[in-house]
Nanobody, 126 residues
Framework: VQLQASGGGLVQAGGSLRLSCVASGGTLSTYNMAWFRQAPGKERDFVAALRFSGATYYSADSVKGRFTISRDRAKNTLYLQMNNLEPEDTAVYYC????????????????????WGQGTQVTVSS
């Protein structure tokens, strides 16, 4: 499956963005899907995941309550709605797809994802 992420940009603190990830060559809803982000000089961190079953998971830190992961089956597209953005959210955001057999314990493990989009830059100014 090929993934194409988009929707990043420059936004002021407190603003919102919606990231999109269009899947081709495979049906998105048959995979576990996730968003990760990577700030300069830092590791790639888990943000949110959506299992093929529809269950959602979020990073335990500050994104919960501000970010929402969702999918549109008809459009074969994954979304990440990001509200009340903070400068600390500045990063390149990546969408990823992995086997639906991965259990929830490992849903935040980037090594459980086989397919990655190219990343989209999100910059939040203070």
């Amino acid at each position: 499956v090929q993934l194409q992420a988009s929707g990043g940009g420059l936004v002021q603190a407190g603003g919102s963005l919606r990231l999109s990830c269009v899947a081709s060559g495979g049906t998105l809803s048959t995979y576990n899907m996730a968003w990760f982000r990577q700030a300069p000089g830092k590791e790639r961190d888990f943000v949110a995941a959506l299992r093929f079953s529809g269950a959602t998971y979020y990073s335990a830190d500050s994104v919960k309550g501000r970010f929402t992961i969702s999918r549109d089956r008809a459009k074969n597209t994954l979304y990440l709605q990001m509200n009340n953005l903070e400068p600390e959210d500045t990063a390149v955001y990546y969408c990823a797809a992995g086997s639906k057999t991965t259990i929830s314990m490992y849903i935040s493990n980037l090594h459980k994802y086989d397919y990655w989009g190219q990343g989209t830059q999100v910059t939040v100014s203070s």
